[in-house]
């Protein structure tokens, strides 16, 4: 599709759809760092106590249940070794509206836990319309030593089917290295260009057939005596 039509389904998306964000868990993950704990464990949901239904469960009403994930180390998180700063892409298998990201740390002061990262949202796969939507603080304090809360970072809405993290550092510097638990972003998808033409087309023909109908059933009044 071209730019210029794809900036219009946005535009015409952003207009006409209401606020209806679902727990969006991405489909791949990749990073530049090498890693003692498999990346994978960061979009499967292993960790959860309370797990989602990706694309389909309301995102307010699932983080507002305060779930938690347990640290059960290589099992169920990532983490990298000797080294403190990592970029994180995720490929969220479709194009959304993305304003929100829903992550678990490590156990509660973890020294290796993430501490400071950037998030980075892109159209597409080699983010070369990256958008930075801001830097934030992971805490390492949300519960015990096996067991973390989840914490939300919100920030502008932003059309995207690829996301970023850049790990900046973790809470220590002296750490075995950097990690976390898991994430799932807060995203309203797009309709397929196919299904939202035909909405916009029954739009269309519902307001012509009002115009059509309003105007049959006008009356005019008796000029006065």
């Known amino acids: 599709m071209r730019p210029l ?16 964000g679902v727990a969006l868990q991405p489909v791949e993950v990749s ?4 890693w003692v704990f498999d990346v994978e ?12 239904v990706s694309g389909v469960d309301d995102f307010d009403a699932f983080v507002s249940t305060k779930p938690s994930a347990v640290h059960c180390f290589g099992d169920c998180v990532w983490a990298t070794q000797n080294t403190h700063s990592a970029t994180l892409d995720f490929d969220l298998g479709t194009l959304a509206s993305v304003e929100s990201l829903a992550l678990w740390n490590l156990g509660a002061d973890d020294p290796s836990s993430l501490k400071t990262f950037e998030l980075v ?3 597409d796969a ?10 934030f603080t992971a805490a390492n304090d949300l519960g015990d030593s096996f067991t973390t ?7 502008e809405p932003t059309f995207a089917a690829y996301a970023r993290i850049n790990v900046i550092e973790s809470w220590s510097p002296d750490s075995f290295g950097v990690g976390f638990n898991e994430v799932v972003f807060n995203a309203t998808p797009v309709p397929e260009p196919s299904t939202f033409a035909l909405t916009g087309t029954a739009l269309l023909l ?13 009356r005019t009044l008796p000029a006065a005596a």
């Open 5 to 20: 039509a794809i900036a219009c389904l946005l535009s015409a998306f952003g207009a006409t759809t209401a606020h209806a």
């Open 31 to 34: 990073t530049s760092a090498g």
């Open 41 to 52: 464990h960061l979009i499967d949901q292993t960790g959860l106590n309370t797990t989602y």
């Open 121 to 123: 949202l892109s159209r």
């Open 126 to 135: 080699g983010f070369s319309d990256a958008t930075s939507v801001g830097t």
């Open 149 to 155: 809360f989840v914490q939300v970072f919100d920030f």
């Open 206 to 218: 519902g307001a012509v057939v009002r115009r059509k109908y309003g105007k049959g059933q006008r």
